[in-house]
């Protein structure tokens, strides 16, 4: 039977040790919020409601939250007074709901739909609560799972009220609980903040549903899963922990890395088969890569897609709005931002290609620059199919090179210029015989006088 899914995410807790102004669920794992993660979590495991909890004056994480999930609601935990507190600011979502409720952490983004879905299975198998537990390398800080000999948990201990004993017990809580309990809100109600740190405390459901003749299980998982951050170096742990991830499934589908630990994914980068990345590639957000594609060495590219066979760097940077179709080289130390290029184009060499198009295999030679800018806005460089664009040009926009046109090396183009025509842009050329030796003898005096 499949039970309706209501997801509790907890977004309340400052991060003081993050050291920063911006609230800690915001900070970016692969280019997106922890939040985010989260929240994109929630959806994928098949939340049909989800319950945001926030901390008074969090403006910009409700902002953020309702960016990415529009229907989300909202609540504010008035005073940090614990878990169970803060889901309990949630109670008008849970009232009333019969199926199963999640509660999770925006600062925990490693969580899986798997994970989501065992735990579900579990309160399938008859189980009012599951819990999500884990066995890090030191269980020092972390609540205890405790377990009868059937397997079956009877209490969440925190570190802090746990006795000796207990405290050796290495199956430790992740904070991800499962519930399917016809009156959670009630529950929820009953809590007391009788314990060590005076708070109200989620894990002490636990033994309350089990007095009331409920069962309560135990769903095990890897340590990295409910990897919490709370400080810059675990977001870097979070980081290379998902980027690792990411690396194994981009190889899985089909693309080659060279050196996979060196090349950095957005989460939503899209990669194709058959795709080469060479050492020190980043993915901004925003990235498709066609099959087929090459990517050399030490390359930047954000808010861009690339067609089938493309050929890109080394050295290359590729900037929002960049649309490359198939085939198209960019070579090394040539950036494009919002120029849509046609299927065979190419700029090799040293150009900027700012706002504008580029036909199929048009040629931009070495040097050349599309002078998009003139102070206050954009203005476009339109270059048609087939044309050629010599060495060391500037085009000034907002300008047209027709199709099959040709643009002499070294010039400056500030008017449109016909399909097929020439157009040349030079000052005539002086030659002056003898004049090198003339000079070299006068600055040889000069500076045997200095």
Same mark, same amino acid.
């Given at each position: ?15 003081? %040790? ?11 794992? $692969? ?8 929240? !994109? ?5 098949g939340a049909a409601r989800t319950a945001v909890v926030i ?30 507190? $803060?889901?309990? *600011? ?9 199926? &199963? ?5 925006? &600062? ?28 890090? +390398? ?9 377990? +009868? ?7 969440? %201990?925190?570190?802090? &009220? *746990? ?16 519930? %399917? ?7 929820? =109600? ?26 309560? =299980? ?9 990897? =919490?951050?709370?400080?810059? +170096?675990?977001?870097?742990? $979070?980081?290379?922990?998902?980027? %690792?991830? #990411? ?20 989460? &939503? ?18 990235v498709t890569v066609g099959d087929g594609v090459e990517i ?19 050295? !290359? ?37 700012? +706002? ?48 099959? *046109? ?13 399909? =097929? ?10 030659? #002056? ?16 006088? *200095?």
């Open positions: 039977m499949t039970h309706s899914l209501l997801t509790v995410v907890l977004a309340a807790g400052k991060g003081t %040790r993050m050291k920063s102004a911006l609230p800690k669920v915001l900070h970016p794992v $692969a280019g997106r919020p922890m939040l985010a993660h989260v929240l !994109a979590l929630a959806k994928a495991a901390g008074p004056g969090m403006d910009d994480v409700r902002k953020a939250a309702l960016k990415v999930m529009p229907d989300a609601e909202v609540f504010v935990q008035e005073q940090q007074l614990g878990t169970g507190d $803060a889901v309990k *600011a949630a109670l008008p979502a849970i009232a009333g709901h019969a199926g &199963d409720v999640i509660v999770l952490y925006a &600062d925990t983004p490693l969580t899986t739909v798997d994970n989501i879905a065992r735990l579900r299975a579990s309160l399938d198998g008859g189980n009012q609560v599951a819990v999500l537990g884990f066995e890090p +390398d030191d269980p020092t800080g972390y609540g205890r799972l405790l377990t +009868d000999a059937s397997g079956a948990l009877t209490a969440i %201990r925190e570190d802090k &009220d *746990a006795s000796d004993a207990e405290r050796k017990v290495r199956l430790c809580n992740s904070g991800v609980l499962g519930f %399917r309990v016809a009156d959670l809100a009630g529950v929820l =109600g009953r809590l007391t903040n009788a314990n060590a740190k005076g708070e109200y405390y989620l894990t002490d459901t636990i033994e309350l549903i089990r007095a009331d003749g409920g069962r309560a =299980g135990v769903v095990t998982c890897a340590a990295e899963d409910v990897l =919490g951050v709370n400080s810059r +170096d675990q977001l870097a742990e $979070a980081e290379a922990i998902w980027q %690792r991830r #990411r690396r194994m499934e981009a190889m899985r589908e089909g693309a080659t890395l060279i050196a996979p630990e060196t090349v950095w994914f957005s989460h &939503d980068t899209v990669i194709g088969r058959d795709v080469l990345v060479e050492p020190n590639v980043f993915f901004g957000p925003g050399k060495a030490n390359c930047h590219i954000e808010g861009a897609a690339i067609g089938a066979g493309a050929r890109i760097g080394p050295f !290359a940077r590729l900037r929002p709005g960049a649309a490359l179709g198939a085939d198209v080289h960019i070579g090394n130390f040539v950036e494009v931002k919002n120029v849509k290029m046609g299927d065979g184009a190419k700029a090799n060499h040293l150009a900027y290609l700012g +706002d504008g198009s580029v036909g199929a295999k048009a040629n931009i030679g070495a040097g050349t620059i599309f002078c998009n800018y003139d102070g206050f806005f954009k203005h476009q460089t339109v270059v048609g199919e087939g044309a050629f664009v010599g060495s060391n040009s500037a085009l000034v926009a907002p300008v047209e090179i027709g199709a099959g *046109a040709y643009v002499g090396s070294g010039s400056v183009i500030t008017k449109n210029v016909s399909a =097929g025509a020439l157009a040349l842009e030079r000052s005539t050329q002086e030659e #002056r015989p003898g004049w090198a030796e003339k000079f070299r003898q006068m600055m040889a005096r000069r500076k045997a006088k *200095a």
